[in-house]
Structures are given as structure tokens and as C-alpha cells.
């Protein structure tokens, strides 16, 4: 009305008058005519009363809409002193209308805030308060003292006295120091904050904070030195780094990211308890309704202590890789031991006649042509070993023995020449073999092969002999297949986890939340981009230890082939038949564990756990596929079987993670499905594959119940297959039992867990079983098997430690935190991931090793189990 009035004095119309376009400059002289005419106003309305004020005193006063109260104060900035300027107002009346506004002018900046201030929470929920305490922010002073001024403005619209009390103090433990505590009290509408100057030869920090509270919600923040600060619950996730937290929190914080070296410590109380997985509250019908916040205020305590340095880094680089380089070199060692042994047999067979008889050595030959069972204990002389001798007497007779016996020249001689002939001979039959096309469909070479196997298998006692009937050209090549699959889907599984885990990084660079990523942190050290690298570098040991296998592996390998080529009747007719392809397959599966662990660990959260697990899943699934392949070389599982149901299993664990957390439908869905697969694969083993799951399977059930069970009630024909199937039921059983009583959080655990069970449960009946046979472990596998088991439960111990856990908040994660136990730079899990490394290393080097007692031994008397 005031503003009508004015423009109708001073610009007078006739009532007719039509309205035309105003130019640009009219408008303006226009508006700024009207701005005089409001000011002129106010000013006849308005009592504007300026007070010089002073610090640590309490004014108490009342606003309406016909005054405005301007509060002056001065101080003196000292470039070399830090300390703050607190204002705290508190509104003494309630259910306000019109809320009070408090405006503080200060040289670079302006703050303002409303009483009762008013902070939303979830679901727009609003939380009034009425009692105030902010801390003006110090921008920095170029000399070293000035005066500055502030002003404090209070205006109201309300036509009703307000009454209020304004306090404005200084803050003399603004700055915090290093390596030393500090108690303060904050809560959602008194924020706090304060000053750090990193000291000089500091680069990097750790700022820790602690709570015995574990509500209300808090905030941490760490903001550059500017104005204004972001220090109330809907914008301290403005700029800087943040973090929730209940009782623990720690944000690494280094220098080249603050050019000012320096920066501010934020803690502010959230309105709700939500985000740190607090109770939700209730939900007001009404959107304008406020609610009652309560008391929410929390006890601090925060301490800034200095982060490693470079000597640290180093010393932590150079442990990781000393430990797994001490592996190859021992295996070095091992193998050069092994060719000294294995030259020392050679230089002692060349020195023995070829028609000397082991009667009159006194030794019982070791040569590679000689071979016999654990019941005659290798005393069986092979048919060609024994021609031979036969052949060299009959030539040469008596007379010839006693020239050999003198003469050793002429008997190396006598002997070159037959390991020519052989090796001659031995090229020749390989060059037709390999001239020979050979496909999948030639496994059986006899016509009554698909007879004969159906018999076989269904002995009573079977041996390997009986389960190694097919080409093994034909299974080297099934066999490697393993290896080249598994390497095609590390290329393509890995490319895509590489890259997503960069953007992961990235965005937590960038938008500087640190709930994102479940790191421990306070034993996160960072390395360029990297906000967590000891925990990346522990992974190497996968990699290095991966590595070493398969360079033991293709050792074997060569020698294998060469016992090949010359025909060597241990290679060919004793012995566990030797495919490298599983082992091969093995030793890649741990190193891109290695690799997809440490991806993993770039930024662990619960999206990407899976990255972690996935080939956890395929080295249970191969190891076992390897221990029966040992005994079952014809009737193993194909690649291609083996890995799809291995992405039936991510696949299902990947549902897990998304859908299983209380979802009643998935886990009655998963758990019969478990138990259906058990019993599928239980009869697949027990019949040795000579099954089929066709339209007749229900009817030959009944059969089977009908005739074993009812009519004359048999026992079962294979009692060892069938103690391990029960066994291994009832354990899978129990598991899918759990699961669907408890719906544990972590399915992807689960999950492991059960694929774990089920190789240890496997593992144990081989040992069992292999003991059970007369057959006996050496010396070597036998300290490997001990040494392995005792690194296996170390590992574990610090597994289960759990110092973060993505099933929870971030800010309940974080109260697993703990420091560094190893060289001030790896925590527990970091532990966890070098002892896993070796016992997974030293699990497959009893694979590899724990049947080398049977290579002399005739596979048609070694027992299938």
C-alpha cells in the first residue's frame, strides 16, 4: 500500500489513459523510484537502533516488526594466532508465527540463520530449534594485525515481541594440535569446528574421531579454509570430504590437496538416526507439522595424529614382496636339489652293466623302465628291461660281462647305442601318432567299448586302469580346455570390474563422500588415486604365488612329455594318468583372485563384493574336479558343464546380494534348489555318470527302491560312494537348512561357505580313503599338507576379525575400524589376504604332489574311490 501511494503521488494518470511498451531506461528509473518510495517507508515504520557490543556478554532483548537491532562488534586478527568468534542466540518464546532473523555481516562473508531454525529430515520431515550456536568463519589476513568488524542484524516480521538472548564469545581452543585430544559438545543446530595448520615436515594426517555415544548420527567433514563453512546438516556435503559416524571416524587428509596447508575439522549432529542405521521414527500424516527432536546433543573427542611416511611405504613394498619371493627361491633351491638327485641315479645306472641283475648290485634298479605295485614293492621288472638283459647276455655271453666289468668305456658305449635305437624308435611311433587325425568322437577305439564300459563301472572294485580306457591325446585336449576357458573369461570379466572400480575411485575422489567405500580407516593408506593401497598390495601374494605354480606345473608338464616321447613305461602304464589342464586352469583362477581382490578392495562396498568372491567360487569348483579326475579321468566333468553350473552359482550370488536380504520367496527358492543339485550330483557320482535324466528316470526309481529295497533289501553296492554322498548330504542339507532359518545377510559368504564345506568334506575322504588302500603320502606332501592346515587357521583367525563389514551403514562399519598391527602399514585383513595366498598355494601343491608315491605303481591296481 505504502509502495501504491508513492507511485500515485508522483505519477498522475488520466483514468482513460491507454498502457503503452516502456522503454528500458524508463523501466529502470521505474524500479529504482519504487525501491526510494519503500525505503522511505520503512524508514518512517522502522526503528533501526545500533548498539556497540562486546564479547562474552549476554544481551537480552525483544524483536518485532518495528525495530531492527544492529549489534557491532570489533576484534583483532593476528596472522600468527588462530581463534574463533562464536555467536549463540536462544529464543525464549515458543510456537512462533514469524520466525527471527539473525544476519551476521563480516568482511568476506555473510551468515545468516532463522529461530526457530528449522532442519528437515528424512521424508521432509521438519525439526524445530530454538536454540542457536554458530562459529563465524576466519578468512585469512595478509598482514600481521589488523581490526576487523562484524555486525549482528536482528529483524522480525512479527507484530509480536520476541523475546531472545544474544551471546557472542571467542573461541580460544579454535586450533587443534597435533597428537593432542579434544573434548567438545556439539549438536544439530550448534555445529562446531575447528582449525588445523599442518606443522612443517608433515605431509599427511589422520583425523580421528571418537564418541562413547553411539547416537545421535554425526557427520565429519573436512572443509578448505574459506567462507562460508558448510556446517549444518543439509550442507556440510556441500564441498570438502565427509563421513557418517555413531562412535568412530577418520578421514586421512594430506596437504597437497589444501593449498592454504591448513584446513577445518566439521562435526555436525544429523536430525535423524537413519543414516546410521538408527530406528526409523514416525511419519506425520501432515507434511507442516513439526516434531520434537529431543535432546540430540554428543560428546566429541578428536585428535589429529600424523600419517606414515615414505620409509614406511617402502619398508611395506619391499616385506610384501620378500615374503613371496622367498617362495620361488625355496622352490629353486628344491628343484635344484631334485636334478642333483635325479643326475647322481643317472651317473650310477651309466656305471652299471646293462646284464647286471639287481642281485648282483645289491640295489633294486631305479630306472625308468621298472615298475610294480605297493604290494611287491616295486620289485617287478618290467617284460622290456627283462629282454634287454636277456638280449645283452645272449649276444655277448660270459666273456662279454667280464669285458664290460673291466672295461667301463666300451659298456657307456654299449649303452649309448641302445638309448639311440629306442630313441629312434620312440620318434618314429610319435611321428605316426601325431600324423593320425584324432577327434572327441574317438574316444572308444573297440567296437565293444559302450558294452564294456557300462560292465566296467559297475565292478565292485574299481581301479584307474578301469577309468582310463580312453585315448589320452583325446583328454589332454578336454583338459586343456579348462585352461584356455578360464583365461578367455578373466580377459573379458576383468576389463569391465578394471574399469568400473576406476569410476568407484573417481567419484569418491571427486564428490569427497567417503561412505561410498568400506575401507578400514583408520589403517587406509593412500598412494596417488588410491585411497587405500596397503590393502590393494597385500593381493599381490595371488599373483606371485599363482605365478610360481604354473612354472611348477609346466615343469612337470615338460618332464612328462619327455617320459613320453621315450616311451618311458612309468609314464605310460603307471601311475595317476598325468593331465596338467585342471592345474593349469588353478593356478590362473588364483592369480586373478589376486587381481579381482585387489579391484575389489579399490572401493569394497556391498555392489561389487561379488568381484571378490567369483573366482573364490571357481578354485573350490576346480580343486574338486581335479580330486575326482585324479581317480575318474574318463568320466569328469567337460569345461563347458564345469563352468557353466560355476555361473549359475555367481549368478545366484549375485541375486543374494541384491534380493536375498529378507526376501522370504529367494531363499525357499535357493534352498531347493540346492538340495535338488546335491542329490543330482549324488546320484551322478554314485553311478559313475552311467545315468540318464530322461522321461523314463521316475520309473527306473521305482525300480531300483522296489527291487533293493522292498524285495530283498540289499545294501548298497559301493559303500565308500555311499558314506561320502550321505555325508555329503546331510552337510548340504544342514547348510540349506541355516540358510533358510537365518537368511544370513552376507550370501555371498554363505555361498563360499557351502562350496567350501563340500571340497573339505571331498578333500578328507580322498585322505581317508588313499590311507584305506594301503597307499601311503611322502615325506614332502606330508609337510606340505601340515604346514598348510596351520597357515589355514591363522588366516582364518584374522578373517573372522572383521574390521568393516558392508552389511551394515557406513558409519556402523567403521566402529570395526582398528590400526595397523604389521610395520605401522597392514591391518588384520591384509594378513588375511598373505596367509590365504600361501595356504591356497600350498593346497594346490598337495594336489599336485600328494599321489607321487603311485608312480611307479600299475594303474590296474590302484583303487578308484
Same mark, same amino acid.
Given at each position: ?28 528509473? /521505474? ?10 517507508? !520503512? ?21 518485532? $516488526? ?57 521424508? +521432509? ?38 523475546? #531472545? ?32 595448520? /599442518? ?44 563421513? *557418517? ?76 614382496? =620378500? ?72 649276444? #655277448? ?25 629306442? $630313441?629312434?624308435?620312440?620318434? =618314429? ?47 589332454? %585336449? ?26 568407484? +575411485? ?23 588415486? !588410491? ?65 579381482? $581382490? ?62 536375498? %536380504? ?31 535324466? @530322461? ?92 604346514? *598348510?592346515?596351520?597357515? &589355514? ?8 576379525? =572383521?574390521? $568393516?563389514? &558392508?552389511? %551394515? ?20 585383513? @591384509?594378513? &588375511? ?24 605303481? +600299475?594303474?590296474? %591296481?590302484?583303487?578308484?574311490?
Amino acid at each position: 500500500m505504502v509502495l501504491r501511494s508513492c507511485w500515485k503521488s508522483r505519477h498522475k494518470t488520466s483514468r482513460g489513459a491507454a498502457v503503452r511498451p516502456v522503454l528500458p531506461a524508463a523501466l529502470l528509473w /521505474f524500479c529504482v523510484t519504487r525501491l526510494a518510495c519503500a525505503g522511505g517507508a !520503512l524508514a518512517e515504520t522502522n526503528i533501526v537502533v545500533q548498539k556497540e557490543a562486546e564479547f562474552d556478554v549476554t544481551y537480552n532483548d525483544t524483536a518485532t $516488526s518495528e525495530n531492527q537491532t544492529i549489534y557491532a562488534f570489533n576484534h583483532t586478527v593476528s596472522r600468527n594466532k588462530s581463534e574463533g568468534v562464536r555467536v549463540s542466540v536462544d529464543v525464549l518464546s515458543r510456537g512462533l508465527e514469524s520466525p527471527i532473523l539473525f544476519v551476521v555481516r563480516q568482511k568476506q562473508a555473510v551468515l545468516s540463520f532463522q529461530i526457530p531454525l528449522i532442519l528437515r529430515g528424512l521424508y +521432509q520431515r521438519k525439526y524445530p530449534y530454538n536454540h542457536v550456536g554458530r562459529t563465524l568463519c576466519q578468512p585469512p589476513t595478509l598482514v600481521a594485525s589488523e581490526t576487523q568488524y562484524f555486525f549482528v542484524d536482528v529483524s522480525t516480521l512479527s507484530s509480536q515481541g520476541t523475546n #531472545y538472548q544474544l551471546r557472542v564469545s571467542r573461541v580460544e581452543s579454535f586450533t587443534l594440535h597435533t597428537d593432542k585430544k579434544f573434548s567438545f559438545t556439539a549438536s544439530p543446530s550448534q555445529p562446531q569446528y575447528f582449525k588445523y595448520v /599442518f606443522p612443517d615436515g608433515v605431509d599427511t594426517v589422520i583425523v580421528k574421531v571418537n564418541s562413547d555415544m553411539t547416537f545421535p548420527c554425526s557427520v565429519m567433514s573436512i572443509q578448505d579454509i574459506q567462507c562460508p563453512v558448510y556446517d549444518l546438516d543439509n550442507n556440510v556435503a556441500f564441498i570438502g570430504m565427509y563421513q *557418517t559416524m555413531t562412535k568412530k571416524g577418520a578421514i586421512t587428509v594430506q596437504r597437497k590437496d589444501f593449498p592454504s596447508n591448513s584446513f577445518y575439522v566439521v562435526v555436525v549432529v544429523k536430525t535423524e538416526d537413519e543414516a546410521c542405521g538408527g530406528p526409523l521414527r514416525f511419519y506425520p500424516l501432515r507434511p507442516d507439522v513439526l516434531i520434537d527432536a529431543g535432546n540430540r546433543s554428543k560428546d566429541i573427542d578428536v585428535i589429529v595424529t600424523p600419517a606414515i611416511k615414505l620409509e614406511v611405504y617402502v619398508m611395506g613394498m619391499l616385506f610384501c614382496l =620378500g615374503i613371496f619371493l622367498s617362495f620361488y627361491l625355496l622352490t629353486f633351491l628344491m628343484a635344484c636339489l631334485e636334478n642333483k638327485r635325479l643326475c647322481r641315479m643317472k651317473r650310477r645306472e651309466c656305471l652299471i652293466p646293462a646284464d647286471v641283475s639287481p642281485a648282483e648290485t645289491g640295489k633294486i634298479p631305479a630306472s625308468p623302465y621298472e615298475y610294480g605295485s605297493l604290494a611287491d614293492n616295486g620289485s617287478t621288472l618290467s617284460s622290456e628291461a627283462v629282454t634287454d638283459s636277456a638280449t645283452s647276455t645272449d649276444i #655277448y655271453g660270459y666273456a662279454g660281462q667280464e669285458v664290460f666289468k673291466r672295461r667301463p668305456i666300451l659298456n657307456r658305449v654299449h649303452q649309448f647305442s641302445i638309448c639311440i635305437e629306442r $630313441s629312434l624308435d620312440s620318434v =618314429g611311433r610319435s611321428r605316426l601318432e601325431s600324423l593320425s587325425s584324432v577327434e572327441e568322437d574317438d574316444y572308444d577305439t573297440l567296437d565293444d567299448i559302450d558294452s564294456d564300459k557300462n560292465i566296467v563301472r559297475t565292478k565292485k572294485f574299481l581301479y584307474v586302469a578301469d577309468l582310463s580306457r580312453k585315448d589320452k591325446r583325446i583328454l589332454s %585336449k578336454k583338459y586343456q580346455i579348462y585352461f584356455w576357458n578360464i583365461a578367455t573369461i578373466a580377459v573379458f570379466y576383468a576389463l569391465p570390474v578394471v574399469q568400473l572400480v576406476i569410476t568407484y +575411485q573417481t567419484v569418491v575422489n571427486v564428490t569427497g563422500n567417503q561412505d561410498i567405500c568400506y575401507y578400514n580407516f583408520l589403517c587406509a593408506h593412500p598412494m596417488g588415486a !588410491l585411497s587405500a593401497f596397503n590393502n590393494i598390495l597385500s593381493n599381490l601374494g595371488y599373483v606371485l604365488l599363482g605365478l610360481l605354480f604354473l612354472l611348477i606345473v609346466l615343469k612337470r608338464d615338460v618332464i612328462h612329455q619327455r617320459a613320453l616321447l621315450r616311451n618311458d613305461l612309468n609314464a605310460l602304464e603307471c601311475g595317476i594318468p598325468k593331465h596338467f589342464g585342471l592345474y593349469y586352469a588353478m593356478g590362473t583362477a588364483l592369480m586373478m583372485e589376486g587381481l579381482l $581382490s585387489a579391484c575389489y578392495h579399490v572401493c569394497p562396498n556391498y555392489t561389487n563384493f561379488q568381484f571378490d568372491t567369483s573366482f573364490m567360487y571357481m578354485i573350490a569348483g576346480l580343486c574338486m574336479l581335479k580330486l575326482y579326475q585324479k581317480r575318474h579321468p574318463d568320466i569328469n566333468a567337460s569345461a563347458y558343464t564345469a563352468y557353466a553350473c560355476l555361473a549359475g552359482v555367481i549368478f545366484f550370488s549375485v541375486l543374494g546380494v541384491v534380493f536375498g %536380504k529378507g526376501n522370504n520367496v529367494f531363499w525357499i527358492v535357493f534352498s531347493v534348489i540346492h538340495i535338488l543339485a546335491t542329490m543330482l550330483l549324488s546320484t551322478q557320482l554314485y553311478y559313475m555318470g552311467r545315468w540318464r535324466l @530322461d522321461s523314463g528316470i521316475l520309473r527306473r526309481i521305482v525300480n531300483v527302491i522296489y527291487t533293493d529295497c522292498i524285495r530283498q533289501c540289499s545294501g548298497p553296492m559301493y559303500i565308500d560312494r555311499m558314506v561320502l554322498l550321505v555325508m555329503g548330504n546331510i552337510v548340504n542339507w544342514s547348510l540349506a537348512a541355516y540358510g533358510l532359518i537365518e537368511r544370513p545377510n552376507d550370501f555371498a559368504s554363505y555361498l563360499l561357505a557351502i562350496a567350501i564345506c563340500n571340497l573339505l568334506l571331498y578333500f578328507a575322504f580322498y585322505i581317508i580313503m588313499k590311507l584305506r588302500s594301503g597307499e601311503r603320502i611322502q615325506c614332502l606332501p606330508l609337510v606340505i599338507i601340515l604346514f *598348510t592346515a596351520v597357515v &589355514w587357521g591363522l588366516a582364518l583367525y584374522f578373517f573372522f576379525q =572383521g574390521l $568393516s563389514t &558392508w552389511q %551394515k551403514t557406513p558409519a556402523e562399519s567403521r566402529e570395526h575400524n582398528r590400526d595397523c598391527i604389521l610395520l605401522q602399514f597392514f591391518d588384520d585383513h @591384509d594378513i &588375511w589376504h598373505f596367509l590365504s595366498s600361501i595356504a591356497m598355494f600350498g593346497s594346490f601343491l598337495v594336489l599336485l604332489t600328494m599321489d607321487d608315491d603311485l608312480d611307479t605303481v +600299475q594303474r590296474d %591296481k590302484i583303487f578308484a574311490f
